[in-house]
């Protein structure tokens, strides 16, 4: 056999394995998926409790998701902290009112690196894990 047949059959092997990890991928769906509970709530008042599915890494990409999905109404800013949340709702979008001193809070009592850290990281840095579930939470602080 020939050198130029032998480059040949080896791309196209290479095309087919390609090919044929495609259709695995798209065939089989996406195995870091996670099913993550959030929660919103204005003050005492239950807006959003929902269970989702979701294949993102961070907590800022499922929200982001959400929101692309128009589960939830989003905006938030990039701050040197990261991403910091101003307003979240479903059917109404509930801001932050720095005047009034109430603010976008977020937790969570199972999340491994919130425990580890004693606080939740910023949404977009925070790595989130099946079974997680997120309680967001517009309140006054004094």
Do not use: P
Request: charged share 25%.
């Amino acid at each position: 056999m020939s050198k130029t047949k032998k480059i040949i059959i080896a791309a196209s092997f290479l095309i087919l394995l390609f090919i044929g990890y495609g259709i695995y991928k798209i065939t089989l769906g996406d195995h870091d998926s996670k099913v993550i509970q959030i929660t919103i709530k204005n003050e005492d008042t239950l807006v959003y409790d929902q269970q989702v599915d979701t294949s993102a890494a961070t907590l800022g990409e499922l929200l982001e998701e959400l929101k692309e999905k128009k589960e939830i109404l989003l905006e938030s800013e990039q701050s040197t902290y990261g991403m910091y949340i101003t307003g979240m709702g479903v059917d109404e979008l509930y801001r932050q009112d720095e005047a009034g001193g109430k603010y976008w809070t977020y937790d969570s009592e199972n999340n491994a690196q919130c425990i580890k850290n004693s606080f939740c990281d910023a949404a977009d840095v925070l790595v989130i894990e099946d079974g997680d579930h997120f309680t967001f939470t517009l309140k006054a602080y004094e």
